[in-house]
């Protein structure tokens, strides 16, 4: 999860009414190709949660706040995210989970790097530095989207994806000793190149890390 920055609604949404049209009934296949544009555009081609890849036909258009609980919020742009088909995590998991409105958060208003430490082994924990009732916050994210499971697939997958950067940490490393100026130069480089990447995330709190 980080932060993602909402950009102009869909227009198709102007049209839809709470209380007059349906989401299923009266939504459209392109009106849902406008939206997925606009989702695109903020989050790139990855849940808003998670960061995996979402490929077509594995993913839905999420509403944070859910349909059952805030149905005034239907058509509302800024309750509209693009979520992955995971039935243990993410959007499926939030809306089958018992919680308190405002006590997760929410990617386009909350930075997640204010809250949540990714490690090198795949876990995210709650950052050391957070009062308590950012603490909780942190905590009741990572419980409802089930981001940490231990025996979930999510803290494998992130854990596969850094692997790969460990060589890259140690030439960080090496280059901060010698040459501060460099290394910056560097760091900025790789963390360019992973943007828009898969579980970035986890593979950019790996590389600031030191």
Same mark, same amino acid.
């Given at each position: 999860m980080h932060k993602l920055e909402r950009r102009e609604a869909p227009k198709c949404l102007s049209r839809f009414r709470h209380g007059r049209d349906h989401w299923r009934r009266d939504v459209s296949a392109e009106d849902k190709k406008e939206i997925w544009e606009k989702l695109e555009a903020m989050q790139g081609h990855r849940c808003a949660y998670c960061e995996d890849v979402l490929p077509e036909g594995r993913r839905?258009?999420?509403?944070?706040?859910?349909?059952?609980? $805030?149905?005034? =919020?239907?058509?509302?742009?800024?309750?509209?995210f693009g979520s992955c088909e995971k039935q243990d995590s993410c959007g499926?998991?939030?809306?089958?989970?018992? $919680?308190?409105? =405002?006590?997760?958060?929410?990617?386009?208003v909350d930075d997640p790097d204010d809250y949540l430490q990714f490690l090198s082994d795949g876990r995210i924990v709650p950052r050391n530095d957070l009062s308590a009732s950012s603490r909780h916050r942190a905590e009741e994210t990572l419980r409802v989207f089930n981001l940490d499971h231990e025996r979930g697939a999510l803290r494998q997958m992130r854990h596969s994806a850094v692997q790969g950067y460990l060589g890259t940490v140690e030439e960080l490393k090496e280059w901060s000793e010698l040459d501060e100026a460099l290394y910056i130069e560097y760091l900025h480089e790789e963390l360019k190149a992973i943007a828009g990447q898969s579980f970035e995330t986890a593979i950019r709190h790996l590389l600031t890390a030191h």
């Open positions: 839905h258009i999420e509403h944070f706040r859910q349909q059952s609980h $805030y149905p005034q =919020g239907t058509f509302q742009w800024s309750n509209l499926r998991r939030k809306d089958r989970t018992t $919680y308190r409105e =405002g006590d997760i958060l929410k990617p386009d």
